[in-house]
């Protein structure tokens, strides 16, 4: 067993309690992005004053002496924290309106306290305490979510605590015969990857959120990461989990594949923390590649561009990464990161391709691709578009904290569809957003980018820029049900990849219908009879 240093196993998270990731790493507004704010949307870029965490008043915490000493027995008084520090830090997740909330100078809510456990036996003492003793649990990982899975609803409980994992950060054991590894739920994407690396291996599933969240996260919410062409969804990862119930565990997985029923891992992956507590995972993993080439296209508009992205994947010539940014997106080098708002890369819209494997591999899936993408319409831009990608590919939610505090409203959203229901998702979706944003007094870009494809569909990825208007967090509430219901409208999914949460917890119904809604309750009954779990996320 490995586990990364004790470092890492620090009890405070580690990104700012109003902010994405490390602050040390805030990205600062170009001139070529101020020039862009002021020309499109009249937003001036002058960044407000920051709220400082000691300024913060937190809702006290509604825990009794009785209940923190009777957790604290459990984990140890170290790892049971009431203090408004660790509060605050796990009081939500990192959406936009996460962040607008952050920016109150009134009374704000946070968990009443938050534990630390440090093995499965303490989580089952805590799921068995907080179901005698009426306390609601919500599972913390990265504290990346960005649809209110981390929200500290109470519902009818008394009080509310974050059940943070990042102690269960071993590498339990690494099959190299099967290429199969069995993971800590709180290990983050960089120490398994580091920790498998040191073994030869690596996961491949770097989402945008990679550098912060973890394993047991990916599991929960049925995460997709940016090389998902070539290594597949999570949910196509894992290969067994272990999940502690207020009823009991579910060791589930016994082979690659079996017929003994419906696969009750997928019923765990993508439960959000309301079934029970994801403590394990056993992942497939693949050696290092040997090798990694990389190829940027353009294409003359977005319909040829997905169209060509339809044929690679339906052809199956096999890249790593392919995606596609619309003509607006291409237009501000969005996906770039690092140029964003000065001369463009190319007209059209700029696709990304790359390609990982033994050098055998690389060479022949990525002639293959390349073939079929010349023979669509696309027009090479050699190599360096997609390594600027690549370089920045991480760094996108540090400028949303910026253009927040420069009084822009961003935020993403995304869906996915079948390719024929592609060109009306998009232009349902991107009419609601320009609508309702529009009705609020600002001019709106919507920009959309194609990033993951399957033989039969695609997810879209939106990004939403627009001026602050009276109040910011109604505002975007209002264009987000805009979206929802046109995706909803259109035969889209509610979400592809950011899961559901609270945010999308009213669009349930419409994705899954009445039966579905009843068969997740039976599962909540059965497996958290007292409710405790997650209060207020996924099911309706």
């Known amino acids: 067993m490995t586990r990364p240093d004790d470092q890492q196993t620090a009890m405070l998270p580690p990104m700012k309690w109003n902010a994405w990731g490390d602050p040390a790493a805030a990205k600062p507004l170009s001139d070529g992005i101020r020039s862009l704010l002021r020309q499109a949307l009249g937003v001036d870029g002058t960044a407000a004053p920051e709220l400082e965490a000691k300024d913060v008043t937190l809702r006290p915490s509604q825990l009794s002496d009785d209940d923190r000493d009777g957790l604290a027995q459990i984990v140890g008084t170290d790892y049971c924290r009431v203090d408004d520090e660790g509060r605050l830090l796990r ?3 990192k959406s936009t309106l996460d962040l607008l909330r952050r920016k109150d100078s009134g009374v704000q809510d946070a968990p009443d306290a938050v534990l630390l456990p440090h093995n ?6 805590i799921l068995r305490y907080c179901s005698e003793h009426g306390i609601a649990i919500v599972p913390f990982g990265g504290g990346t979510s960005v649809v209110g899975g981390l929200d500290p609803i109470r519902g009818d409980f008394g009080a509310v605590i974050s059940l943070d994992l990042r102690r269960l950060n071993e590498l339990h054991a690494l099959d190299e015969i099967s290429c199969e590894a069995e993971l800590g739920a709180g290990l983050t994407g960089p120490d398994a990857e580091r920790l498998l690396g040191e073994r030869g291996y690596s996961l491949g599933h770097f989402p945008q959120s990679f550098q912060y969240a973890t394993i047991g996260g990916f599991a929960a919410t049925r995460s997709s990461g940016q090389d998902s062409a070539g290594y597949g969804r999570f949910n196509d990862m894992v290969r067994g989990l272990r999940t502690v119930t207020p009823a009991g565990v579910l060791d589930l997985g016994r082979a690659p594949e079996s017929a003994a029923g419906p696969d009750l891992r997928q019923l765990m992956i993508g439960s959000e923390g309301v079934f029970g507590i994801i403590t394990r995972v056993r992942v497939e993993v693949h050696p290092v590649p040997a090798a990694t080439r990389y190829e940027a296209w353009s294409f003359p508009d977005f319909a040829t561009g997905a169209d060509a992205l339809r044929a690679v994947v339906q052809t199956g010539t096999g890249p790593t990464v ?5 003509e607006a997106e291409t237009g501000v080098n969005l996906a770039t990161t690092e140029s964003i708002g000065e001369q463009q890369i190319t007209g059209g819209c700029l696709a990304i391709t790359a390609f990982e494997g033994t050098e055998a591999h690389v060479e022949s899936r ?7 993408l010349e023979a669509a319409g696309g027009t090479s831009l050699g190599e360096a578009p997609a390594r600027a990608w690549e370089h920045g590919r991480f760094n996108a939610p ?7 505090a420069a009084g822009a409203l961003c935020e993403t959203l995304e869906t996915a569809t079948n390719w024929s229901n592609v060109p009306a998702v998009k232009a349902a979706v991107t009419e ?3 609508k309702s944003l529009g009705e609020s007094g600002t001019p709106t870009l919507v920009l959309c980018h194609i990033s993951h494809v399957y033989p039969t569909g695609a997810s879209l990825y939106f990004t ?3 001026g602050q208007r009276g109040n910011p967090i109604e505002q975007w509430r209002k264009a987000k049900a805009a979206a929802s219901d046109a995706m909803m409208r259109t035969g889209a999914t509610i979400t592809h990849h950011h899961a559901v949460g609270a945010d999308h917890r009213p669009w349930m119904r419409d994705e899954v219908g009445e039966l579905g809604v009843a068969v997740l309750r039976a599962v909540k009954a059965t497996l958290d009879p007292a409710g405790i779990l997650n209060p207020g996320k996924l099911i309706p």
Request: glycine share 6%.
């Open 366 to 372: 990525h002639a293959e691709t390349r073939a079929v």
């Open 120 to 125: 499965d036996d303490e989580i089952e003492a």
């Open 432 to 434: 609601a957003l320009t």
């Open 322 to 326: 392919i995606r596609l940014s619309d």
């Open 398 to 404: 540090y400028l949303r904290d910026s253009l927040l």
């Open 91 to 93: 009081a939500g997740g």
């Open 464 to 466: 939403v820029v627009a």
